[in-house]
């Protein structure tokens, strides 16, 4: 079982609102990174640090942590944006690294 | 470019071995720390290992599940990075990727990856 935890899934209305959340303890003292996933591809990273995006992410996509709970938020959800989400940090002994489980963000 | 490209995937049976490799290009891989992450058919992304930069001492730290049977080494000469797994089950069938990460006191992410190379596990 992974360190982190994340919904399984989650839907948006196209063009609303949406926050995807990662609990855990390490996340307390670390932060938490995002990536986005589609079928048959690579993952690729869209929010690393605080709240900081790679060059060519969009900025409808930012990152936020309270106490243990780390959240990725789009506003203002396109239809491309419908993919896999992952959450990872370092762990809880700080020395390694976890993944969360997953959440499949479903754009109607 | 900048790109990490992933190949030896195959079909194995349970208890052989197999070689993965990730070749490196726009930058040299001995200055980065450099991981694998596997993901099983239809499941989570799961953390294999990594090797830091050489300046970093090139320390090699593996995942509880991989720790004693898989083994992670780097060819400067190629800008090579590679994966060598033994005693394999059929829970290591899954898509390995390469990636690189930034690793500071309070985070540690991956930033570039690998398309990944499948390995299948199975009699």
């Known amino acids: 079982s992974s360190e982190l935890t994340q919904d399984p899934a989650v839907s948006v209305a196209l063009g609303q609102t949406v926050r995807i959340t990662c609990q855990g303890d390490s996340l307390r003292s670390f932060y938490a990174s995002w990536y986005q996933q589609k079928p048959g591809q690579a993952p690729i990273l869209v929010i690393y640090d605080k709240n900081n995006r790679p060059s060519g992410i969009p900025d409808r996509f930012s990152g936020s942590r309270s106490g243990n709970t780390a959240s990725l938020t789009i506003t203002g959800a396109q239809a491309e944006d419908e993919a896999d989400y992952y959450c990872n940090s370092r762990d809880s002994s700080g020395m390694l690294v976890v993944f969360g489980g997953g959440t499949k963000l479903t754009v109607l | 470019e900048v790109q990490l490209v992933d190949s030896g995937g195959g079909l194995v049976e349970p208890g052989g071995s197999l070689r993965v490799s990730c070749a490196a290009s726009?930058?040299?891989?001995?200055?980065?720390?450099m991981n694998w992450v596997r993901q099983a058919p239809g499941k989570g992304l799961e953390w294999v290992g990594r090797i830091k930069s050489r300046t970093d001492g090139g320390t090699i730290d593996y995942a509880a599940p991989v720790k004693g049977r898989f083994t992670i080494s780097r060819d400067d000469s190629k800008n090579t990075l590679s994966l060598q797994m033994d005693s394999l089950t059929t829970e290591d069938t899954a898509v390995y990727y390469c990636t690189t990460s930034t690793t500071m006191a309070f985070y540690w992410y991956f930033d570039l990856w690998g398309r990944g190379t499948l390995v299948t596990v199975s009699s």
């Open positions: 726009g930058f040299t891989i001995s200055n980065a720390w």
